[in-house]
């Protein structure tokens, strides 16, 4: 079924903001870290296995036994 492009604009939105705020600040923790539960984030982004997939590919990574995807330091700096 196909989505609102609505929908996927707000998405991609998202998606861009968090890279965006994770680049130009790769020292805050805040930034770099994403809770998967958190309900803002499933209903924009986490709910599309696509979302998640792109932000694997710019260098989040599950943490172990958590509800985080987190990206290092060294990684945030590879997005500037």
Known sequence: KDEDPRIMRRAFETLVMIVRNAAMNPDEE???????????????????KEGIEFMELCGFKREERSEFLSLSTRDADILR
């Open 30 to 48: 805040k930034y770099r870290r994403i809770r998967v539960t958190n309900r803002l984030f499933k209903e924009r982004v986490g709910r599309f």
